[in-house]
Every structure is written in structure tokens, then in C-alpha cells.
Nanobody, 118 residues
């Protein structure tokens, strides 16, 4: 299974960016897809996750600003990021959990950089 992120880049605070992640390979059945981020020198943070049935959850820091969605037919997951803040500058990673529990992410993309300027 390979996960490939795209859509990162630079934006100003208050702006928006949309990240995409293509899941290449068999990640069938019950599965959960998530977005994580890791700022330089800091721990990785779970941003949002969505299971196959569309149930989603968010970190408190992004709730009401970010939206995770998926296209099951295309095997893709997206992260719409609004109200961007400079502290959101980070490498963003897409991850897949074949168990579907959203607590066992085993497949990871290489990440896409997001830089937010004030």
C-alpha cells in the first residue's frame, strides 16, 4: 500500500489549502484514513481521521476549521484547511489504518509541506 500526498504549499494566515491523498494498493474493507502533522522539533499530531463509513473526528486545534472527506471510488482522502494559522506550519502526512479502528495507522505517505505566513 502506498499513500501519496499532494496539495501542500504556502498560504497566508486566514487562507485556505486543500490536501489530497491517493491510496495506491489494497486497503480494502474496513479501513480508516487520517491526516497527521509534525512541526519541526515537535511531536506528531493527529489532525483528523475518517473511517470507511464517513465517521470523522478532529483534533481540538483544527475543529470547525478543517474538513476531512473521502472519495471511496477513487480511494482518495482530502483535508480542506480553512482559517489557516502560522502554527499550522508543518509537514502533513496521510496515513491508513487497515483495521478500521482509526487507532492503528500502519501505512504512511511521505508527507507534504504546508507553510503558513502571518
Amino acid at each position: 500500500v502506498q499513500l501519496v500526498e499532494s496539495g501542500g504549499g504556502s498560504a497566508q494566515a486566514g487562507g485556505s489549502l486543500r490536501l489530497s491523498c491517493a491510496v495506491l494498493g489494497p486497503l480494502y474493507g474496513s479501513r480508516c484514513l487520517g491526516w497527521f502533522r509534525q512541526p519541526p522539533g515537535k511531536a506528531r499530531e493527529r489532525v483528523a481521521a475518517i473511517d470507511r463509513y464517513g465517521s470523522s473526528n478532529y483534533a481540538d486545534s483544527v475543529k470547525d476549521r478543517f474538513i476531512i472527506s473521502q472519495d471511496i471510488a477513487k480511494n482518495e482522502v482530502y483535508l480542506e484547511m480553512n482559517g489557516l494559522k502560522p502554527e499550522g506550519t508543518s509537514m502533513y502526512f496521510c496515513a491508513g489504518d487497515p483495521s478500521g479502528t482509526c487507532h492503528n495507522f500502519r501505512h504512511w505517505g511521505r508527507g507534504t509541506q504546508v507553510t503558513i505566513s502571518s
